[in-house]
């Protein structure tokens, strides 16, 4: 990455610090489907034009998990010959079911909703698709650079972006520098295109900076948990996709499962429960391990091991919550400006689109992000989410609501004369002495993992413990004092690998009490933290380069 054409001596006027630039005319931030898309297509268009992409996972895909059964259009429109040498992992959808579970059984639906229709769509690893997608983008000119984490935005006097900075390596917990520090190079660009995906910790500053957020709704979200088996022989039928509602959620969480039947007797399953959730105690790891064990799955399953696993948010909040995509010298593409399709649980076609789409407005227009926002609502792209705007949103009346009020917006594509309103996910959750707690009716586990932290072992997160926490809680004394009597600190609940404990400790005065503990060691950067916590006193923000999860195939 010292390219010594690109290399130079530069201290900002506000770091001390000697930091060596590398100047582009484009720097991407995020080596998903969109980023990649976005550097392939730009330089299809205008092979000139110089183009970065920095990942801060250590290999490109390490990060990216997803369901993920793609809509391949926007891939043969970027990629035409891509079916000639397919990702490694790539399944043409087969027969689809559609199941309301109760604990001990369920139903099976003579008829799949329209957007869960899957002919002619092909079940994907997103991060292998990625892996495949560097080395074309790569082939093209364009310069992808893994384990790399832009930790903060570069700005002109004026406020424009001007590129991006890499976080230091080598800092100690304490904020000294060990013997390998190295300062992180500053990435200067005409324009930065922020392709982070859901909650990305820049774009959320951004966000905030620029008021993109102003005459839009909040985001919203819900969480991904994902685990590839491998089965015994014979017991896969590849292309075989099955979608669940109803139990082990109750009536007001909004929940639901896949289990995608792969090549190799392998299968990829998860459960994603919707952020708005309002009970306190509810645990989205633990109902997607519950959920493992209905008699659907469980049969499957067993003698079954897991290969890999892992969590990430989802930004569900639809044409509402999309926010202005445009700021001097950045836009947005992506899951990074939430264009999941969340009731056909798509968004890989969404976020290749965009970045085709941002990459024509670019090259078309001397590189200038500004008049992208209407392009881009002015595109299919925004067209899909108007037409399904208020299905989501309908879910927060509980699931009965929801299932008619979706029915309703089905049959007449959304011509609604209304727009539902999207609610922020941190003041979604009621307070313990004012919430009535449901029946859980649970099951008797036995598949695993037995726990959180064996799921941390399956995720293969590695981080150098002495660096500095990238968890940041403003005021630990409110996890103390007011949340454990207001909502019984849920942090250690929604984490899904264990990061936050509240522990029994000598206090400085040599009192005993209680304190929070972060183990971030354990994170998976799946963001939930940074949108559930009620006090919104937790900021993600990027570890070292390379540090997380390193995901297979998921």
């Known amino acids: 990455m010292s390219d010594p054409h690109h290399a130079r001596a530069f201290t900002d ?49 390490a ?24 990702p490694p992992v790539c399944v043409p959808a087969g027969e689809d079911e559609f199941w309301f579970l109760t604990r001990d059984g369920g139903r099976k639906s003579p008829i799949v909703p329209p957007g869960m229709r899957n002919h002619g769509n092909v079940i994907v690893s997103l ?23 832009a930790a903060h935005t570069l700005h002109g006097d004026d406020g424009r972006v001007l590129g991006v900075r890499i976080g230091d390596m080598g800092v100690a917990r304490d904020g000294t520098h060990k013997p390998g520090y190295t300062a992180g190079i500053d990435i200067r660009a005409k324009v930065t295109v922020l392709a982070e995906g859901a909650r990305g910790h820049l774009t959320k500053r951004l966000v905030a900076r620029f008021g993109l957020d102003a005459g839009h709704d909040p985001q919203a979200y819900s ?32 929940g639901g499962g896949f289990l995608y039947h792969l090549d190799n007797d392998q299968v990829a399953l998860g459960y994603v429960s919707g ?25 499957l399953l067993d003698g079954g091991s897991i290969l890999s696993a892992g969590a990430r948010a989802i930004a569900s909040g639809g044409w509402q919550s999309v926010p202005t995509v445009e700021m001097p010298g950045a836009l947005l593409v992506g899951d990074s400006a939430g264009l999941l399709n969340v009731p056909r649980i798509k968004g890989t076609h969404q976020a290749i689109r965009s970045g085709m789409l941002a990459a024509a407005h670019l090259a078309g227009n001397g590189l200038q992000p500004a008049g992208f926002d209407a392009a ?54 009621d307070r313990v002495d004012a919430h009535e707690q449901p029946r859980r009716d649970y099951v008797q586990r036995s598949l695993p993992p037995r726990d959180r932290l064996q799921g ?18 403003a005021d630990t004394s409110i996890c103390v004092e007011r949340c454990t009597v207001e909502y019984a600190n849920p942090c250690t609940r929604f984490c899904p690998v264990g990061v936050y404990e509240m522990v029994e400790d000598t206090l400085p005065d ?21 949108i559930k916590d009620p006090y919104e006193i937790i900021t993600w923000v990027t570890p070292e380069g390379g540090a997380g999860p390193n995901y297979q195939n998921l």
């Not at 088996?229 to 109803?246: A, D, F, S």
């Not at 929801?402 to 999207?422: C, D, F, I, Q, Y």
């Not at 009490?513 to 939930?528: D, E, F, M, P, S």
């Open 127 to 149: 991060g292998a698709m990625c892996a495949w997608m560097a080395p074309q983008a790569e082939a093209l000119g364009v310069e992808v650079y893994a384990g790399f984490a």
């Open 223 to 254: 969480i991904g948990i994902k685990e590839l088996w491998q089965l015994p022989p014979g017991r896969t039928l590849p292309g075989r996709i099955v979608h669940t509602l109803g139990w082990p959620a109750d009536n007001a969480t909004y």
């Open 63 to 86: 990060h990216i998990l997803s369901g993920a059964v793609i809509e391949p259009g926007p891939l043969d429109a970027l990629l035409p010959g891509w079916r000639d040498n397919p």
């Open 376 to 429: 881009l609502r002015a595109s299919p792209a925004m067209a899909e989410l108007r037409r399904v705007r208020n299905i989501k949103p309908g879910f927060k009346k509980g699931l009965w609501p929801g299932l008619a009020n979706a029915a309703w917006e089905t049959a007449v594509r959304g011509a609604s004369p209304w727009t539902l309103k999207v609610t922020p996910d941190w003041c979604a959750l």
């Open 456 to 473: 941390v072992y399956y995720a293969a997160t590695e981080h150098d413990e002495d660096q500095p926490v990238h968890l940041k809680v």
């Open 510 to 530: 040599g009192s005993s009490g209680r304190r929070l503990q972060i183990n971030a060691a354990n994170c998976v950067h799946c963001k939930t933290c940074d």
């Open 275 to 299: 952020l708005d959730y309002r009970d306190p105690h509810y645990q989205p790891w633990e109902a997607f391990q519950q959920w493992k064990n209905h008699p659907l799955f469980k049969p």
């Open 13 to 61: 006027a506000d770091d001390a610090i000697a930091r060596d630039v590398m100047e582009y005319d484009v720097v991407t931030v995020g080596a998903g489907p969109a980023g990649l898309a976005f550097a392939i297509h730009l330089k299809q268009l205008d092979p000139s034009i110089s183009v970065c992409v920095i990942e801060k996972a250590s290999t490109v895909g």
